[in-house]
């Protein structure tokens, strides 16, 4: 499985970004996907994950209400919308897969920097 994150970029606190991981390779083999954010000097953390069959998203306290994640059944993508933006928004965002066999594959980061 490979998978490839894009949409990040730069803008103001309050803006919007929308974040994509495209899966390719063995991708009937996902269970669930995820978006993981690494501030500088710190841990990643989880973000949100939806189900490979669009069905339930779960995310983070720090961004309920204000980021989207959503897969649709047709494809092989999951986007994330980023809205209402924040400063402390800002980090490297990966996207993550787990499979029916338990191994986890990440993409590349994608840059988040949101400005006051």
């Known amino acids: 499985v490979q998978l490839q994150a894009s949409g990040g970029g730069s803008v103001q606190a309050g803006g919007s970004l929308t974040l994509s991981c495209a899966a390719s390779?063995?991708?009937?083999?996902?269970?669930?996907v995820g978006w993981f954010r690494q501030h500088p000097g710190k841990e990643r953390d989880f973000v949100a994950a939806?189900?490979?069959?669009?069905?339930?998203?779960t995310y983070s306290d720090s961004v309920k209400g204000r980021f989207t994640i959503s897969k649709d059944k047709d494809k092989t993508t999951v986007d994330l919308q980023l809205n209402s933006l924040k400063p402390e928004d800002t980090a490297v965002y990966y996207c993550?897969?787990?499979?029916?066999?338990?191994?986890?594959?990440w993409g590349q980061g994608t840059e988040v920097t949101v400005s006051s």
């Open positions: 939806i189900h490979w069959d669009g069905g339930r998203p």
């Open positions: 390779g063995r991708a009937f083999d996902l269970v669930v």
């Open positions: 993550k897969a787990n499979t029916w066999a338990n191994y986890d594959y």
